[in-house]
């Protein structure tokens, strides 16, 4: 777990814990609109981002046509799974 995302593990949502172990220090940024936390960062979010966002590749993939570009940057940047399915996902993540 990462230093930033430690520091607000007791006061997430449960969505938003899950998404913890495996997100940068940034993760703060891209969580879900469920807790009182994440809501400060709606506003740079578009409404399918907010709810699909996922750290597993399947997901991802499902939904990447219905994201806004600034998720399917983030997408491509922290999917532990991109190298196993890069030919269905989006083509940034090929330099994943």
Excluded: K, N, Q, R
């Amino acid at each position: 777990m990462c230093p930033t995302c430690i520091l607000y593990v007791s006061s997430m949502c449960p969505l938003c814990a899950l998404y913890v172990s495996s997100m940068c220090p940034t993760c703060i940024l891209y969580v879900s609109y469920m807790c009182s936390l994440c809501v400060l960062h709606v506003s740079s979010m578009c409404p399918t981002c907010v709810l699909y966002v996922s750290s597993t590749c399947p997901t991802c993939v499902l939904y990447v046509s219905y994201m806004c570009p600034l998720c399917v940057l983030y997408v491509s940047y922290t999917c532990p799974l991109c190298i196993l399915h890069v030919s269905y996902m989006c083509p940034l993540c090929s330099t994943c």
